[in-house]
């Protein structure tokens, strides 16, 4: 079992849907949670962070955690054809700066 | 602010050849991290660096992967020989030092493909 685990799609919605994108993960000493948007050819930029369990919102984004089922998610409402990228959850114990990432989710969102 | 420059944007080489790879971060930040990003994967960290010093590399395929970061800001990353499995995008990225921040800055990455 890989420490994260995300489901690669492509995930494909119309726009102006809500969107959610999910990783799980097994290593109970992660701490600091990060979600990437990475578009075609580009290096990943980071979208949100969030330390520990709860949730955070920021424009059209939340990301949310629970730590007691190991399960994270981004949230992404009134999505636009722009937001069509792949999304990479990461994730790291407190402590380290090393992030372990998902393998990533693709999104298309068609007008 | 200028972002994390890489170069070559694309590669192509035979298997058996060499390559390097450069990388700039952005100006102050320590740590310096290289990645190999395998078509439909995640990144995957292959060395990190914290100013000239190397913090992890138990990911690097050290029989034919080298990293350098002389001064502590620019470095190189080299594959020789090189292998059809490294075919692949490498990333470079920085960020500040301290734990609590999170955020990498990740260049456009270098796209090798080994034939």
């Known amino acids: 079992q890989k420490e994260v685990e995300q489901d690669p799609g492509p995930l494909s919605v119309p726009e102006g849907a809500i969107v959610s994108l999910n990783c799980t993960y097994s290593n109970s000493a992660f701490q600091y949670f990060m979600w990437y948007r990475q578009y075609s050819r580009k290096g990943p930029e980071l979208l949100m962070y969030?330390?520990?369990?709860g949730n955070k919102e920021d424009g059209r984004f939340t990301a949310q955690v629970d730590k007691s089922s190991k399960y994270i998610s981004l949230f992404i409402r009134d999505s636009q054809p722009s937001d069509s990228a792949t999304y990479l959850c990461?994730?790291?114990?407190?402590?380290?700066?090393?992030?372990?990432f998902g393998r990533g989710t693709s999104l298309i969102v068609h007008p | 602010e200028a972002g994390v420059a890489q170069s070559p944007r694309y590669k192509i080489i035979e298997k058996r050849q060499s390559v390097a790879f450069w990388c700039n971060p952005i100006?102050?930040?320590?740590?310096l991290y290289w990645y190999q990003q395998i078509l439909g994967q995640g990144p995957k960290l292959l060395i990190q660096?914290?100013?000239?010093?190397?913090?992890?590399d138990s990911q690097l395929p050290k029989d034919r992967f080298s990293a350098e970061r002389l001064k502590g800001v620019d470095s190189t990353l080299k594959i020789q020989p090189a292998k059809l499995e490294d075919s692949a995008v490498y990333l470079c990225a920085s960020s500040l030092v301290t734990l609590t921040d999170t955020e990498a800055f990740f260049g456009q990455g270098t796209r090798l493909t080994v034939v």
């Open positions: 990461a994730m790291r114990a407190g402590g380290s700066y090393i992030p372990t």
């Open positions: 660096f914290q100013n000239n010093g190397v913090v992890d």
């Open positions: 969030t330390y520990s369990s």
């Open positions: 100006s102050g930040h320590a740590t």
